[in-house]
Structure formats: structure tokens, C-alpha cells
């Protein structure tokens, strides 16, 4: 019988969304009356239709795959030059980052992404990550077998560098005493909606060019951020493109959750080594990776996120944003009028929420679940420093929100 | 700086379809005008417009998403019930096959299915391939360390169990006489174009099941199969269950390759198991791994999917399988006219030719690019057994097939 790969053995059983999954499912079957009521504010998922000028343009494109002489078939692995450029272009160039379209790989995701980026690097890297944290960037580490043991209490995994992430420090962590290889960054940040200054920023790519470390940078929020002193990309801080690689998806500002486009930017000059001390190209190996493992996204995709950058395209993102951010304001303004010490929301599509003292992330899950029938999520789910805390998501249509709200003021 | 994985650096820098495309390059550079008379029969795309039930479909799933209520967000990972259900019925309870909607893992492509597999397997396991074989199984093989260094000769990596395919064996390898672990199977294969019998297929799984042993079955040109003894899916052999994934794409018979879905079938009642000889879930472990390194496929694509299965797409793609079968027939009959010994091309899309006495396989792949301005695939590209032949490519339009098989008659 071929041996399987035991570090998925190391996995907790328990993954957070299944058990909120779970736990909603048991109140729903023993209230349905008030399951009638329920309203979804955990997983972070949009709501709001998809932009007119992609659904356009991807209806040309299923009209062009009518005809045999637009028909298009396997695509390049790396993305359609057309969506390379637009990014390139709009998302960098015009900002005076210097990104070309040959360093931007398109994909179906940023969860593969970010998970499938392990697979370039080798074993024995140091690896840091902020707690709390996006559970995928842990797992896949778990699963590469960059890991040991979870810890029976805190469940932190033997190995990995947590760094904590509290007001105190605006949950940016700072810059490890020791080395560190490889560092996960997300800013807007998932779960806790803070976001990283320019000066913060420049502080890590500072350390990492110091180190040699390499910043995985995930900027799947950007679009949400409304103070123009706060960057956009990793690459808008200087000597970035020696130490970063950034993860962005038209999951969160066109929308595309249920479409899957995203794409990762790897600088030319980026450099990993070998134990012999050999530099490597992390580009070159990345372009390897995804010619042999992956095969184009789809076609049709792609000339949907094309259209995300003309226009009206940009207008209806904007309107999306513009939607989700005012529920972000509405649910920040109900927290402290319920006087909850709250976080985020500002630049983010995230509310981060202190528990009332003495209440667990869990106790206050199912108090919402139970008394405001409103679903969020329980912020020890993404790390022992989120013990104590709670998410909600702005992503929701405004009269639901404005419900939440009406319901977070009665909870006692 | 981090370790990079130096597993890529074992791989050979020449991959096949790269140096094709060099060598077209150079040469319509210089003879434009042969160049405008170049037919490409290499790579393996489909050519012909994407059957109209799908175009509709997936014109009813982008306005779906326009409008709030009937908006797509993130889907199950593993696919969505209308399709996994569809296959079920349709591909294998239909045929009398026993797997349910829950074994099946839909996708963006057979391309990352196969490559990704390999997360779920520990090291140490013996690894058997057909020579020649589609790259891909070998190469990321390799990139996951599975092998050691490639011979400098024969381009074998060691540490892999190759099984030569030839006429003598009909393409179908004895099974080894040592214990493998694993095994890639294509069925009908990529590039020989060869099919396996039910009775050499029985063989395989008995050897499989003696020495617990996985089977790794590719049955992307499954729908080429004319002859109704020929199995569909490994799955029709008795046992099977209990010792093999298959792997299934939409790119060929639904000429999705732009579009990209495909799916895996993992049996619930196939087991790896630990060092220590505990027994695990293989479809556990890849539900797992799909969780957390995956976010689903497209809504919009897998409705296209969905449509393959209607009474009017089972028609749009049994026109296009005879469209490019026919192209086939046709090939076949040219090769044997110009004396070449010819295989494949009765259940395969592929038409697999001995280049004539003491001609190598670039040699012949100049020859035609050359005197017959076509493009075609050396075998040496798939494998050391596959020096001295070629492959042709049956997906075209029936004109170029004409057209390709008169200069085929004219070649000296």
C-alpha cells in the first residue's frame, strides 16, 4: 500500500468553518423559527451581483469560443498577455510601481496560490506568521511538512514563528529578533481588518533584505483601503523586489469568489538558494511550477478580470467597495454605541471585535447565534491570539447589515 | 535567503513543447513564405468551437450572477452537486459502474489533478511509468523529489520504474516483477494513441490489488473509444475500487481546454497507509488537500460542464469526436499509403508513426517541418522508447487533415 503523507495527520480536525457549519446546522434544526431570521456575517464571502462589464465581457467571450476562428484553447500557463499588460498597467505601473507584465501569473486563485508558492522552497526554512492568521497559510505549511506537532493546548504547530498581533502593536507585528526565511504578511488583514503604514512596511522590507528573507505579502484586500497614505502593494516600498512576493485576487473588489481569477507578482529579481549558496531565481521557478502543475485559467476568466480595468469596470468596483465599506462604517458605529471594543472596518471589509470580559470567542459565537441570530466568526479560529475575539464580515446586502446592527444594540 | 527546493533543478531545461516551438520560430522566420503554409499537428488542442449547449449554459450562468438572488459566491471545494451528480449518473451508473457524486472532485484541469496528487503521497514509494508518457507525470515527480538526478544519456530519472511500450506489447506494459507502489496508467494513451483491453486492464488491477499498489488512471481520451469492448474507466474492472484514482478531463470531449474542468475519482474504499502500517483514506486525504490548496472551479464553467451531460451536448460532442476521429481515420490511411508504419488513431485522437529506417525522431520532426511544413511531435519528447516515431495530432480542421495528408504522400 503506497505511503501517504503523514504531516496531514498533523492537521487539526477541526477546521474552523466546518464547525461553525456544524453549529449553525444543530440551531437551525432545533429553532426554525428563528433560523428563518438567521443572518450570515462569518465566512468571507461577497454577496453583491457581478460587475455588468465583466458579465459583458464574458459573454463575448463565450460567443467567441463559438467560432472556430476565435475559438481558444489551451492558453499560456502564465495568463493572456492582455490581462498581464492591464495589470501591469493599471495596478502597478500607474502608481509608479515598477512591475512589468512578465512578472504577473495569473491563476484560479489565491488560495492555491498561496498554498502552491511552498512548493518552490525547500526544507529547513524558518517560517513566520502572524496570529491570528488566515488558517491556509499554517495548513499548507503543515502539509509541506514545514511543520512538527501541534501543541495540545494552544494548537500552535512546533516550528513556525507566531507572531502576535494585539492594539498594542496595530496588529503589525514587529520584525523578529532571529532570522526568519519566509514571512506571511496580509494587509488589509484577514481577520482583523488593520492595515500595515507605509512606515511598518518599510520596516519589513527593510529586516527581509537584511535577512534574506522573502515577504509573501497578500494584498487580497487592497481595494478596500480609503486612506491614500497607506500602500496598495508591497512594491510601493523601495527594495521590495528584492525580498517580496505579493498574492491579489478579483475575488474581494470584482467580486469573483464564485468566478476564480487571482495572480501573483514575483519580481525578476527576487532570489532563493540553494544549500551550496547558488543563487536561484524565484521567478524562473515559479514560471516551472506553474507550466507543469497548471494549465491557463480559463480563458473566459480572464476576459472577465480584463474588463475589471476599463472604465466602467473600475466604476462598478468602486460602487462594490464603496457598498461593502458602508456596511463596514454602520457595523464599526453599532459596536461602539453597543459599547464593544472594536477594530478594522476602515480599510477593510472587517469588523474585529473585542469579547465583553470573561467571554470566549466560542461563548460569544453562540451568544450571537443564539440571541441575535447572527452568524460570525469566532476569532480563536484563527489563532490563540484571536482568543477572545470575534469577526464580522461587512460582506452583506445594507439592509441585512442594518439589521445586525439593530440586533448588536438589544443583545445584552 | 530561503532554501529553494532543488528538486526543479533536476529538471531538463529542453522540455519538448518549448524546443517545438524554438524550432518553428526559427524556421518561419526564415521561409516566411513556407510559413504561411505551416499546419500545426503537434500539440495536443482541440481545435473546433465549443459545443453551442455549453455556450448557452454558460450564458444563463453569467447572467445568473448579475443579478443578487441568483449570485455564486464561493462554491464547494469539491464541485457542485448538479455536476458531480451528472457524472455519477452519466459516466458510470449509466455503465453499470458503483461510484457515487461524493467520490468525484471536480477541478480546473487533469494537468493540476495529476500533478497534485502527489501531495497526499509520503516519500519512499516506487513509482512506476510507461515509456514514452505524457511529461507531466514524470516531471513533477521529480519536482516533488520522488526521483534522483536524470542519466545523462538515456534522460531516465532515477529512482522511476519505466515500462517500455511497443508493438509487442501493444503499448501496454507487462506489470513489473517487482512490488511498485504506484502507477500511472493512460488509457487510451497519450502519445501511442494505444488502447488497453478489458482482460490487460483486469491484469493491472489483480497486480494492483496482490501487491497493494495505486493505480493512477488517466482516461482523458476516454470518449474517442470506438470499440464498445474497449473500458471506458478503470472502474469496470472488478476490484478496482480497491486500488485506483482516475483522473477524467472535460478538455477533450467537450473541447474545454480553454475553459478548463475536469475531476477525480477517489474511491472511499481506497487506502494508503502509514509507516507504521495504520490504514488512511485516500479520498480523506484529497478532500483535505482540495479544502485547503483549493477554492472550486468556476460556477459559470462547471454549468458548461453540466450541459456536456444533456441530450443535446451528448450530441455536440459525439459531432465532435467523429469530426476529429474521422480526421484520424483519414491520417492513418495517408501514413499507411506512404509505407510508414502507423499505430493508434481507432480509439485515440493520436496517430503514432515509426519514422522510416535509421531516421531519428527530430531528424523526421525537421523532415516535415521542412519538406511538408508540418508540425508534428518527436517521441524522443515523450521518452527514450519513443526515439524513431512520431506523433500526429488529430485535431484539426478536416481541411488542414486533407491537406496534411497529401503532403504526407509527397514526402520523399
Known sequence: MPLINENFLKLKTGYLFPEIARRVKAFTESNPDAAKRLIRCGIGDVTEPLPEAVRYAMHEAVDEMGVRDSFHG?????????LRKAIATNDFQSRGINIEADEI???????????NILDIFGKGNKIAITDPVYPVYVDTNVMAGNTRDADEKTGAFGGLVYM???????????VPKKKVDLVYL???NNP?????????????????????SVLLFDA?????????????SIFEIEGARDCAIEFRSFSKNGGFTGVRCAFVVIPKTLMGTTKAGAKQSLHALWSRRHSTKFNGASYIVQRGAEALYTDEGKSQVRALIEHYMGNATLLVKACKKAK???YGGANAPYVWVRCPEGVTSWQMFDKMLNEANVVITPGAGFGSAGEGWFRI????SRANVEEVCRRIAEIK
Chains 1, 2 share one sequence.
Not at 74 to 82: A, I
Not at 105 to 111: E, L, P, Q, Y
Not at 222 to 230: G, K, N, S
Not at 393 to 396: G, K, L, V
Request: proline share 9%; aromatic share 14%.
Open 192 to 212: 482583523t481588518g488593520a492595515v500595515a503604514t507605509r512606515e511598518q512596511l518599510t520596516v519589513w522590507v527593510n529586516y527581509a533584505r537584511e535577512h534574506g
Open 74 to 82: 489551451y492558453g499560456p500557463e502564465q495568463g493572456y498577455e492582455f
Open 340 to 342: 464593544l471594543k472594536v
Open 164 to 174: 502576535k498581533c494585539s492594539p498594542r502593536n496595530g496588529f503589525v507585528p514587529p
Open 105 to 115: 501569473f495569473i491563476s484560479d486563485g489565491s488560495k492555491c496560490d498561496t498554498g
Open 220 to 232: 487580497a484586500y487592497e481595494a478596500y483601503i480609503q486612506d491614500p497614505a497607506i500602500p496598495h
Open 393 to 396: 464580515s461587512a460582506f452583506n
Open 186 to 188: 496580509c494587509y488589509p
